[in-house]
Nanobody, 116 residues
Framework: QVQLVESGGGLVQPGGSLSLSCTAS????????VTWHRQAPGKERELVAL????????NYAESVKGRFTISRDNAENAVYLQMNNLKPEDTAVYYC?????????WGQGTQVTVSS
């Protein structure tokens, strides 16, 4: 069964850091570009970051540039999102996604809450 699982979310104070992981089963993640998305309450899901298959190309939403870093470890079949200098507006459920051969594959999401 093809599955993506996000982990690493939690509650953090403004200015703090979190590292999210996206691990895959039933899927060789290295064959796919991977994206991180987030959805805040009452808002549409938005693209946060993208990484190419090799990891040589990354792209970020303007709102997170300079604070978030996407990376991957193809040997571990995982993609990561390092989030630094977190702000209350980063509060959301974070999802990873790949465009599989039969359509998009989403994880179940991990909650990130930034609050004092």
């Amino acid at each position: 069964q093809v599955q993506l699982v996000e982990s690493g979310g939690g509650l953090v104070q403004p200015g703090g850091s979190l590292s999210l992981s996206c691990t895959a089963s039933g899927l060789t993640l290295s064959r796919f570009a991977v994206t991180w998305h987030r959805q805040a309450p009452g808002k549409e899901r938005e693209l946060v970051a993208l990484i190419s298959t090799s990891g040589s190309v990354t792209n970020y939403a303007e709102s997170v540039k300079g604070r978030f870093t996407i990376s991957r470890d193809n040997a571990e079949n995982a993609v990561y999102l390092q989030m630094n200098n977190l702000k209350p507006e980063d509060t959301a459920v974070y999802y990873c996604k790949v465009n599989g051969l039969q359509g998009p594959i989403w994880g179940q999401g991990t909650q990130v809450t930034v609050s004092s």
